[in-house]
Nanobody, 115 residues
Framework: QVQLVESGGGLVQAGGSLRLSCVAS????????VHWHRQAPGKQRGMVAF?????STAYADAVKGRFTISRVRDVVYLQMNNLKPEDTAVYYC???????????WGQGTQVTVSS
């Protein structure tokens, strides 16, 4: 299975911003729906946003208006603004069917938002 690689996480104060990046080998990123998920300690992993081949996007209610997913060539970004402590989680990207992703899960990138 293809594994995507996430980067860009870090520690930020509430109200701050981060931009995450997701890359993969070959044309995976440019040829498929790509989605971001997150998993907070003690919680299940859940989808945050996706972008399909046509460029249409969708977001979880908790991040609407604050997060923006975009794709530039072979990189998918997740711009996260006005971060809140409840956004603290490990963020992962994957591709294909958002409810049954086609790739294997990578290590993710840790986002920590302090209050």
């Amino acid at each position: 299975q293809v594994q995507l690689v996430e980067s860009g996480g870090g520690l930020v104060q509430a109200g701050g911003s981060l931009r995450l990046s997701c890359v993969a080998s070959g044309s995976i990123i440019s040829s498929n729906t790509v989605h971001w998920h997150r998993q907070a300690p003690g919680k299940q992993r859940g989808m945050v946003a996706f972008i399909n081949i046509g460029g249409s996007t969708a977001y979880a209610d908790a991040v609407k208006g604050r997060f923006t997913i975009s794709r530039v060539r072979d990189v998918v970004y997740l711009q996260m603004n006005n971060l809140k402590p409840e956004d603290t989680a490990v963020y992962y990207c994957n591709y294909g069917n958002p409810t049954s992703p086609w790739g294997s899960w990578g290590q993710g990138t840790q986002v920590t938002v302090s209050s």
